[in-house]
């Protein structure tokens, strides 16, 4: 888990492999209990991710935010190792 305060906000990104894909969630720590703000899949069998997005309407992401979750989600878009069964490091051969 990485952990970063931004405005005030705490919040952490999680890196879970689960279902024969990666899930890397971005939440935001300091609202209670943790909120789930996006999350991207990366299926083994298709390694196209896709992100959905779970805050409410008017709840923003930082730009700053989103930049440091997409260069952490790309490590593992960009994998592409086909069934890495989360027992490694990303790019581990």
Known sequence: MELRLHEGRLLSI??????????????????GAPQSMLQLVVPDENPQPDVEFFYPEGYTVPYEI?????????????AGD????????????
């Open 82 to 93: 086909g069934g890495d069964d989360g027992g490694g490091e990303i790019g581990e051969d």
């Open 14 to 31: 999680t890196e879970l492999y689960a279902k024969d894909a990666w899930h890397v969630e971005l939440m935001e720590e300091t609202v």
């Open 66 to 78: 989103m930049r440091w979750f997409m260069e952490v989600a790309a490590e593992y878009a960009s």
